[in-house]
């Protein structure tokens, strides 16, 4: 039976303050920080742990879901557009975890039937929870944010990721020439929180599917535009080049790319 | 007569503080934006308020002194090299003021013919004031600074900004893909606040005298290495390409450049 969208809200956020409290708990005691598929790819004591309570949390409450973290090691997509699927992100930007103590997130995106229904992403180091859904809207803390800015491409900041835009497969030079400027963050996650704030107008990035789903159901709840940056549907199987924008950047973006 | 250290950063730090507090009064009833130089080299009505405020301040105490501030029409660079001077950035990274209401910072470099003498940059939006000087050594607020960080440019992150990034003058994007990753702030006091945290290795850029003046003393003061991208000592009579980063990391910046 598919649950209602409140009580899932309820059960992820409170997880997810959980999690943020435990980090802040042991910043100052990270170990084991190993690599994976490459250098810069860190997966940390803290990864693991935090992995380790949001999927306990999620089994013993909804023991028939499905859960796709980044630090599992088999993912099994053949299932994800069947019944109620959490995407998990323990530590979103661990390089910058690492590196920082600053700037990365915790992350859950819950989906049903392969339909986007709520999620949180934490800004641990700001103590701040974006949360919502498609009925619910989208919260920092207890304040609800407004619905997506509608601004021109030359008027607002681009978020990217920074080998990705080196390699300016999708015009991202050009773009980003012809926006106000670029940021560079580190935090999939983080970048999300930019738009759904206004911060930024857009953000394009190479991602993986836990990097993308909670800030997809957030920044469709508010009314932003998120697809392929060839303008095909978000693949949750399978690394995506996304862009997300708002409607008026999105369209100026598709013009320079269609150029 | 030369002031003494200690006196100048009591004054240059009481004078931050309150246009600190000025700012986030006014942050909500931002007018007057407008274009300088380029489209995105804007000036705010907080900008023309805190650079009246700091340049009284100053004048008042200070009257012999020379004062270069970004937003003063006249910038007479001749006597920069004698007595005192003060470098004043009153809103650093005002396209992220105007666009995100944070991510900017208030600056103050003071110099006694010609040498660093002490400096004061504000992270406004975080009310963290990094202050310092030769002599002092430097603080976050009451919280006294390591000195340098030295590790190897492949273990940290490297600030740039993107515009001086994509051109590539200085063999950027090689130093970038042997870093651990390169992050864009869109503020250089920010910039140099991450290098003397230790949360960067380096920034790389192109700046003005007033973006580079007060973070120039406090990396100083903190044993970091500070020189135009081809070696020369920073010029703060005109633009400088500068890089600053941990002693280590500086002797493997210059080693790919020299490559």
Redesign the interface.
Do not use: F, P, Q, S
């Given at each position: 039976m598919k649950p209602t969208e409140k009580d899932v809200l309820n059960d992820i956020t409170t997880w997810i303050l959980s999690a943020n409290k435990y980090v802040h708990e042991h910043l100052n005691s990270i170990n084991d920080i190993r690599s994976k598929s490459g250098?810069?790819d860190l997966v940390t004591s803290i990864d693991d742990a935090v992995e380790q309570m949001l999927d306990k949390n999620i089994s013993d409450k909804y023991p028939e879901s499905l859960i796709i973290g980044e630090e599992k090691k088999e993912k099994d997509y053949s299932q994800i557009n069947n019944g109620l699927v959490f995407f998990v992100d323990p530590i979103d930007g661990t390089?910058?975890l690492v590196?920082?103590?600053?700037c990365f997130a915790i992350m859950i995106g819950v989906y049903y039937d392969g339909e986007p229904l709520c999620a949180g992403i934490m800004d641990v180091m700001n103590n701040e929870l974006y949360w919502g859904g498609m009925e619910t809207g989208v919260y920092c803390n207890d304040t609800k944010l407004n619905p997506a800015v509608d601004l021109p491409l030359?008027e607002?900041?681009v978020g990217v990721s920074?080998r990705q835009f080196?390699k300016n497969a999708f015009e991202e030079?050009r773009i980003?020439k012809n926006s106000?400027?670029?940021?560079?963050?580190?935090s999939a996650g983080l970048e999300f929180v930019?738009v759904i704030t206004g911060?930024?107008i857009a953000y394009l990035a190479s991602l993986n599917p836990w990097d993308i789903a909670a800030g997809n159901v957030l920044v469709q709840a508010l009314g932003y535009r998120i697809s392929s940056v060839n303008g095909n549907s978000i693949n949750l199987a399978k690394v995506n080049h996304i862009m997300v924008a708002n409607p008026q950047t999105y369209r100026d973006i598709r013009k320079i790319q269609a150029y």
């Open positions: 250098e810069y390089l910058n590196k920082k103590h600053d030359r607002g900041l920074w080196l030079i980003a106000a400027g670029i940021r560079v963050m580190g930019e911060k930024h």
